[in-house]
C-alpha cells in the first residue's frame, strides 16, 4: 500500500462542550485507515459513532485531538494533522473534494457558477470551468433552465444535485462524501454512482457515508464498520 | 510520528510556506484607563481574506484603524511585505511613507460612504482622483477605466457625472470599493462593509466582493458582526473578546468546531451561519 492516497492512524476526537458544563464526548479514538487510488471505502454504523466526524477531520472543518491525517498532495504524503492553515488551503484546492448532504451557497450566484467556483479558485478560466459545470449539471439531470437561478429556492434534491456538480468539478484525487444522496430518487441515484465510479476509474480515492445500502453496495468496494470510542 | 512510521508510511516533510505579506505582533491599545486592544498578533497571506469578529466594544474597529494608519497602538509591530520583497514595520514608517503606502498598497473601506467617497465631486471624480493619486493622466483612458470599474459594481457608467448623493446607500458603497479597488491594493480593511444595507443589497455586494477579491488577489481584513458573512467571504476566522484574539482558525473550523468557551457560545447563540 505504499500508493496509499490517504492514511488515517490513531486518529481520535473529543468534543469539549464548555457551556453544557464543560462535559466532555469522546467520539473518536484510535481510528484507522487506509485508502487506496480507485478504492471506495464506506464507513458504516449506527447514527452518533463519529462517521461524519471522520470525513470532517480529514478535510479539517473539525479540529482532530491526535493522531494521524496522511494525504497524498501532490506526489508527497503530508500529515493534514498540525499542518500550517496555507497547507491546508492547498490541500482543498487541489486535492481533497467534499461534498456534504447540504448546499451551502452564497446567495444571489447563478448555480452555473456556484458549480463552476471550485475550478475558478486553481485558476482555470471562466470559460472551461461553466462549460465543466455545465457537463456535469447535464449528467445529473438538472434541468437547464435551472442554471441560470441561484440554487436557494431549489428543491432539497436539486440543492443536493447541485453540490454534487459541485465537489465533482474539480477531479480531485481523494473524494470525501458524506450522504450525497439522501434527498434522490433512484434514477438521480444511479446518475451519481456513475459519478463515483468514473471517479474511482481514473483512480480517485473515495471515502463515502451512504445509508441506502443498495448504493453502498454498487458503489463501495470496501465497507468499514465504526466501533465506539473508548472512554 | 513513530506511530505513523511503524505503519512503514512516514510523512514527508511539511510543504514550505511562503513568507507573509502581514505580520502583526503583540498589538495593544488604551484609551484612558480602558484596554481596547492588548496583545493582538496574526498573520496574513497575498489574496487570504481574515475575517475579525467579535461583539461590539471587542476592538474589532480598534486593531483595523491602527493597522490602516487611522491611530496609533501603544505597543507593537506590523511587518507588511513590500512588492519588492523588502518588510517594512508599518507602525513606525512616518506620517509620510505610511500615506504614499495607503496610496500605492492599501485600500480603506469604511462602513459609512461619507467617510470613504467625496460628496462635493461626481462619482467618477471620486475614481479617477484615486488614479490619478497614482500617476494616471491620460484624461480619455482614465474615463474608460473609471467606466469599466463602475460597470464592474455594477453601477450604470451614464451616471458618473452624478454626485454621490443622488445614489442609493447600497451604490454609495459600491463606489466606494470601486475607488477602492481601482488601483489594484494589495491589502485592503473593509470596517463592516454591508453594516448599514438591507439583507438582499448586502447578499449582492458580498458576491461582487468575493469575486473581486478572487480575480485581483488583494488580501483583506474584514471586520464583521456577522458570521455568516464571515463564512461567505474568509478564508480564516479571528474572534476577538475584551480586546484580545481568542480564537483563529480556518473559517469553517472555527464555525463548526469552536475550541475557545467564547466562540462556542458566540456560534450557538446565531442561526445557522
Ligand atoms: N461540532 C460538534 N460539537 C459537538 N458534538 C459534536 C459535533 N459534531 C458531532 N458531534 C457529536 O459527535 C458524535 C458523532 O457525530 P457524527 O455526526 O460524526 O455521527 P454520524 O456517525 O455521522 O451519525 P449520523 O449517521 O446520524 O450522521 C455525536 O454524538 C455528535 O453529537
Ligand atoms: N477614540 C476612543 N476613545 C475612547 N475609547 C474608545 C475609542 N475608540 C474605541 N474606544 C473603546 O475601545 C473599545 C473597543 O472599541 P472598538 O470600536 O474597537 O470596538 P468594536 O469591536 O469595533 O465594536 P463595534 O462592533 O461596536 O463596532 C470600546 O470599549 C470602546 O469604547
Ligand atoms: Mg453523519
Ligand atoms: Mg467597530
Redesign the interface.
Known amino acids: 500500500m505504499s500508493a496509499a492516497s490517504l492514511v488515517v492512524h490513531g486518529l481520535g476526537k473529543t468534543f469539549r462542550l464548555a457551556h453544557r458544563g464543560g462535559i466532555e464526548l469522546p467520539v473518536l479514538s484510535g481510528f484507522d485507515l487506509t485508502l487506496g487510488p480507485g478504492e471506495c471505502v464506506v464507513l458504516i454504523g449506527p447514527s452518533g459513532i463519529g462517521k461524519s466526524t471522520v470525513l470532517r477531520c480529514v478535510y479539517g472543518n473539525y479540529l482532530p485531538g491526535g493522531g494521524h491525517i496522511l494525504v497524498r498532495h501532490g506526489g508527497r504524503l503530508i500529515d493534514l494533522v498540525g499542518a500550517h492553515h496555507r497547507t491546508m488551503m492547498e490541500v482543498r484546492r487541489r486535492t481533497l473534494g467534499y461534498v456534504s448532504q447540504f448546499l451551502r451557497a452564497v446567495p444571489r450566484v447563478p448555480t452555473l457558477d456556484v458549480v463552476a467556483d471550485p475550478l475558478l479558485r486553481l485558476g482555470v478560466a471562466v470559460g472551461a470551468a461553466r462549460a465543466r459545470a455545465a457537463e456535469l449539471l447535464e449528467r445529473l439531470g438538472l434541468p437547464e433552465r435551472l442554471w441560470s437561478l441561484p440554487p436557494q429556492t431549489f428543491s432539497g434534491g436539486e440543492q443536493q444535485r447541485v453540490n454534487i456538480a459541485r465537489g465533482f468539478a474539480v477531479e480531485y484525487p481523494v473524494l470525501l462524501l458524506d450522504e450525497p444522496t439522501a434527498a434522490l430518487d433512484a434514477a438521480n441515484r444511479s446518475r451519481v454512482a456513475a459519478l463515483i465510479d468514473d471517479a474511482k476509474q481514473r483512480g480517485a480515492a473515495v471515502l463515502g457515508i451512504f445509508h441506502d445500502l443498495d448504493f453502498a453496495d454498487a458503489v463501495g468496494t470496501r465497507f468499514l464498520r465504526m466501533a465506539a470510542a473508548e472512554r | 510520528?513513530s506511530?505513523?512510521a511503524a505503519?512503514?508510511?512516514?510523512?514527508?516533510a511539511?510543504?514550505a510556506?511562503?513568507p507573509p505579506l502581514l505580520a502583526a505582533r503583540g498589538l495593544a491599545k488604551r484609551y484612558g484607563r480602558r484596554t481596547a486592544m492588548a496583545d493582538v498578533s496574526f498573520e496574513l497571506?497575498p489574496g487570504e481574506v481574515l475575517a475579525v469578529v467579535g461583539e461590539s466594544g471587542a476592538g474589532k474597529s480598534t486593531l483595523l484603524r491602527c493597522l490602516s494608519g487611522q491611530d496609533e497602538p501603544d505597543a507593537g509591530e506590523a511587518m507588511y511585505r513590500r512588492l519588492d520583497g523588502t518588510a517594512v514595520d508599518v507602525l513606525r514608517l512616518g506620517d509620510v511613507r505610511r500615506r504614499l503606502l495607503l496610496r500605492t498598497d492599501w485600500g480603506v473601506i469604511h462602513q459609512n460612504p461619507r467617510d470613504g467617497l467625496r460628496f462635493g465631486v461626481s462619482a467618477g471624480a471620486n475614481v479617477a482622483e484615486r488614479l490619478m493619486e497614482n500617476g494616471a493622466r491620460h484624461y480619455a483612458d482614465m474615463r474608460a477605466e473609471v467606466a469599466d470599474w463602475l460597470m464592474r459594481l455594477e453601477i450604470d457608467p451614464e451616471r458618473m457625472d452624478e454626485l454621490p448623493h443622488t445614489f442609493s446607500g447600497g451604490m454609495q458603497q459600491r463606489l466606494q470599493i470601486a475607488r477602492c479597488l481601482v488601483t489594484r491594493p494589495r491589502l485592503v480593511f473593509l470596517d463592516e462593509p454591508t453594516g448599514g444595507l438591507d439583507v438582499?443589497v448586502q447578499?449582492?455586494l458580498?458576491?461582487l466582493l468575493?469575486t473581486l477579491v478572487?480575480e485581483l488577489e488583494v488580501a483583506a481584513i474584514l471586520v464583521t458582526h456577522d458570521l455568516a458573512v464571515a463564512?461567505?467571504l474568509a478564508?480564516?476566522l479571528a474572534v476577538m473578546r475584551d480586546g484580545r484574539v481568542v480564537e483563529l482558525?480556518?473559517t469553517?473550523?472555527v464555525l463548526?468546531?469552536p475550541?475557545h468557551?467564547y466562540t462556542?457560545?458566540l456560534v450557538?447563540s446565531v442561526l445557522p451561519a
Not at chain 2, 505503519?7 to 514527508?12: F, G, I, K, M, R
Open positions: 510520528m506511530d505513523a505503519l512503514e508510511l512516514a510523512p514527508d511539511a510543504p510556506v511562503a497571506w438582499s447578499a449582492r458580498l458576491d468575493r478572487r463564512r461567505m478564508d480564516r482558525g480556518l469553517d473550523q463548526d468546531d475550541q468557551p462556542q457560545l450557538a
